[in-house]
Each structure stands twice: as C-alpha cells, then as structure tokens.
C-alpha cells in the first residue's frame, strides 16, 4: 500500500492506520480510544458499507471488523478488499462461541480473529502481529517494483565472468524448489542474490520473509521461525504466527546460519526432512510450505569440523551452493558498480556527481575491498553528499583508499622498554612488514610494490634475499595462494 514508507516499516512497527468497523457505539469508541491510547490513528466505521468505501478512499494497514456489522457483513467485507490495489491486514471480531464465523473469516483471508470478549493485551498483541505481516507484506511489494525493470539479473549488476557463473545458477535453480545456500563475505551482494533467486522464482507471487538468526536473541528465535501458541511462555499473551507460516507459498531466507543454535539446528533440520514444524506451546502439526534460501559469511565446513553445525543439516542446506566471489576477485566489475552506485545515489541524494577520473578509478580497481560492494557503495554515497557535483578525482577519495596503511614518522608509536631497544633489528623488522605489505597489496608483482615504497626494483630485490625476510615471505607464501615463484 501507498503508506509503506510513511508510518509501517519492519523498524517501525508500532504506528498504524487502523479502520475500525463495529455497529455497537459503546464497543466501537472504546476501542477506538485504546488503540489511539498506543499511538495508532483510528478510523471509525459503523457498518460494512461505509468502510468498503473508505478502503477504496484511502490505504489502511489493519481493518479491525466485527463480523456482524450492517449492510456488508465482515467476511463480505474480508473478501471485497482482495481487489482493492491497497490491502488491509483484516482481524476479525466475533461474538463469543461463533468460531464457525472466524473460521469462515480465516478462509475468506482474514488474518487472525479476536473472540469477544478479549483483554487489552491480547488486542494490542494481535495487532503487532497482524503490523509484521503489513510490513513484511509492503517489504515485498517494494522488492518487486525494483526488481523489475532493472538490467542485468534482477538488482544484480556484473559482467564479469566468475558472476556470470552466479547468474547462471540463480537462473537453474529458480525455479527448482531445492534448498539454496549462499556463501561469500560480508558485503558480496548474499541478500540481493537471494532477492533475485525468490523473484525469478515460481513462489515469486508469495512473501520473501527473511529471518536474521544471528540478530534476534535465542530465546526468541524459535517462536520467530515457528511461532507460538497463547500461553506458551510468560508473556505469550495470543497465538503468534511464525515466519515458516508467514512464508508459505513464497520463500524463507535463512540469512547468517551459521549463528544458528544447536538445538535449533535440529528443529530446521526435522522442518526441511520432514517439511513439517509445530508451534511453540502447540500440538497440531503445520505443513512448512516455503521454499529456504540460507546464507553466511562464515565458513560452514570449518564449523561442522569443529562441531559447532551440524553435519546432517549442512548437507541438507548444501543442496544447491552458490558461492559469491569476493569483490577483489573481480574488479572489471568495479567500473559499472560505481556508475550503478553513482546514478543511485544522485538520484536519492539529489546529486550530481559526473564521473571518475581514470587515476581514481585506477585506484578504486586496485583496492582491495574488504567490505565489498556494501562498502563501494557507501563510498559512492558518501561522495554524493560531501562533493555533490561534478568528477570524483583521487583527492575526493577517501584517505584509506589513497593510502590504506599509511605510516609515518608521527603515527608510528614506539616506547623504548626500561631495559633498552635493538635500535638496528626494530627498525628491520618495521622494514620487512612494510614491504611484505606492499608486495601483498600489489599481487607479489615485485616492479609494482618497489613503486608503492617507492625504491628500486633491484633494492628490494636485494631486501628480500636479506634472511630474515627470505624467511617471512616464503611463511606468508606458503599460506597465501601465490607462490614464492611468481615473484
Ligand atoms: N552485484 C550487485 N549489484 C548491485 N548492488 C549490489 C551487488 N552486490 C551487492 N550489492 C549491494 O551491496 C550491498 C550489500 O549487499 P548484501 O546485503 O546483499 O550483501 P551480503 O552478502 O548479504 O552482506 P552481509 O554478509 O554483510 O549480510 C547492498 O546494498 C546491495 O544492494
Ligand atoms: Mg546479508
């Protein structure tokens, strides 16, 4: 609806627009009055009729309804905004012993019901609820308005060849409901890839819901993924509906699982077995109809190796593995991001940032982009609002892409212990890590790192036989993928 970024988002979750349909003046204005209480906006309705016209006149996020309201009943009503282009979250309220009439609401796309008489708790908690699902709802249809029409594949933007291999995967496996798990650094694009796989997908008409496992405390994860029946633990004042319900008929994604507990490693495990789960506190069986896409940036084998995943659920995940190459690995694609990012950034900015000069994107491609594309980007926004307009030069970049481990005489500190200090072997051993820096941020290309610190191919030619650094490079080479011989 037209208010997903106006007063509902997933930050956001406690403001809403609320329409409130009930005949009964007394009933309806003391709603009315608690619900304003816990900051919603209220609008009052008294019979089915009026509210359909006020739904087609503006966007709500909830339509709280009594299910006998004059002219259009409210399971009429239930199913009447199913066409309206902006939809309601519907909670329906029933007389006390008519769960025949909150079933049929339920059926009719109702998204909980409250039986009356219900306390002030269950009613702000069921509305929480029923403002997630808004949220996620207007998440979803934001994703799908950008996904489309973009270039490339879905958001994702590349022409280098190791992400063509991606793009061709993301492409198989669409629409294969297999499990998906993605791997690679903090910052390559996991989520976005994971967007494009849910909508170049069959489910693409469902939700995308994403779970962050390592962000939402333990104790509360489980009844995040699963849900939880009323009374299921202190505080459990009303059922909740968990995000495997919420992503039924669309996708979960599982992001950093890694971070995923023991205990419930083995309840996803028996969920994608089984395809099965249970609510907590709950007894009835739900079938888990929702596709899961899993991510990390950590090394899952490393984990199972060290008995902190679990093997069987690796290997479930594992059915279909699309690994993000970091950014550094392909930096043909660094130009093309940066004009994505420049051409983003002016638009949501109101910049107007030109271009690059060849010596700064020089340097951009030679960097070595720990934080990846999230951190190109944040350069390119930063750009955006400090230089506003015309070609970024080497100047306007930042001072740890000009020079990353600038050292020099004033920030290096070094206290003389009481005892004294070996002034000859200090000073060489600063030497060696300048120059094994160098000889690392150039790729071992020996012409190139003699130019970073600026000395002569053959001096450090000469440094490097020097036995104490014979013997730091050929550890380090040993652990690093080039070989001593590329020098
Ligand atoms: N190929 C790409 N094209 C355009 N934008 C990209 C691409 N890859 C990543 N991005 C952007 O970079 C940012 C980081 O991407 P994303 O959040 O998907 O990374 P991630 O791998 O999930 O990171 P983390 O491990 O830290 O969660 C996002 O703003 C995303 O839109
Ligand atoms: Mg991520």
């Known amino acids: 609806m ?62 709280l309804t009594d299910v006998m309201v004059p002219g259009i009943n409210g399971i009429e009503l239930v199913e009447q905004i199913a066409d309206l282009p902006s939809q309601p979250v519907t909670i329906v309220m029933t007389g006390f012993g008519s769960v025949e009439m909150a079933v049929k609401a339920i059926k009719a796309g109702a998204f909980d019901f409250l039986q009356k008489p219900f306390s002030v708790e269950v009613l702000s908690a069921t509305i929480e609820s029923a403002l997630r ?3 996620l709802r207007n998440e979803n249809v934001e994703l799908r308005r950008t996904v489309k029409g973009q270039f490339g594949l879905g958001n994702l933007i590349s022409s280098s060849e ?12 669409a629409d294969a409901e297999s499990t998906v798990l993605i791997l690679g650094e ?83 495990l028996r969920v994608l077995q089984e395809k099965t789960f249970e609510r907590v506190g709950g007894t009835r069986t739900y079938k888990a109809d929702a596709r899961v896409i899993a991510a990390t940036n950590q090394d899952l084998e490393e984990l199972v190796a060290n008995k902190q995943f679990r093997e069987d659920l690796y ?92 050292v020099s005489a004033t920030n290096v500190s070094a206290a003389i212990p009481v005892g004294g200090i070996n002034l000859s072997g200090t000073v060489e051993e600063f030497e060696n890590r300048l120059i094994i820096e160098a000889l690392e941020r150039t790729n071992w290309v020996k012409s190139k790192a003699a130019q970073l610190l600026h000395i002569n191919r053959t001096t450090l030619i000469e440094k490097l036989k020097k036995k104490s650094l014979a013997e730091i490079v050929s550890n380090r080479t040993g652990q690093d993928t080039k070989p001593v011989t590329s020098f």
Request: aromatic share 6%; net charge negative.
């Open 315 to 406: 290997y479930r995940l594992n059915v279909v593995p699309i690994v993000v190459p970091p950014l550094r690995h392909r930096s043909e694609d660094i130009p093309l991001l940066i004009e994505h990012f420049m051409n983003m950034f002016n638009e949501r900015r109101s910049s107007k940032l030109t271009g690059i000069s060849p010596e700064a994107m020089t340097l951009l491609c030679s960097y070595q982009w720990p934080g990846n594309v999230r951190e190109l980007g944040n350069i390119i926004e930063r750009m955006a609002i400090l230089k506003r307009d015309g070609q970024i030069d080497l100047a306007d970049l930042p001072e740890k892409i000009r020079s990353p481990h600038a």
């Open 162 to 173: 190791v992400m063509k291999e991606v793009f061709r995967l993301i492409e198989c496996v």
């Open 186 to 268: 903090s910052g390559t694009g996991k989520e976005l890839i994971a967007q494009t796989t849910h909508f170049h997908s069959n489910r693409r008409k469902g939700c995308l819901i994403p779970v962050n496992c390592g962000a939402i405390p333990e104790a509360l994860l489980e009844s995040e993924l699963f849900g939880h029946e009323k009374g299921a633990f202190t505080g459990a004042v009303a059922t909740r509906v968990g995000r495997f319900e919420l992503a039924a008929g669309g996708t979960i994604f599982l992001d950093e699982i890694g971070d995923l507990s023991p205990p419930l490693q083995v309840k996803l």
């Open 133 to 135: 699902v808004q949220s």
């Open 2 to 63: 037209g208010s997903s970024d106006t007063h509902t988002s997933s930050q956001n979750l406690s403001y809403a627009q609320i329409l409130l349909v009930e005949d009964e003046k007394d009933v309806r204005e003391a709603l009315s009055a608690q619900l304003q209480d816990e900051g919603h906006h209220v609008v009052e309705a008294e019979s089915g009729t009026e509210a359909f016209s006020l739904l087609q006149q503006s966007p709500f996020d909830i339509l």
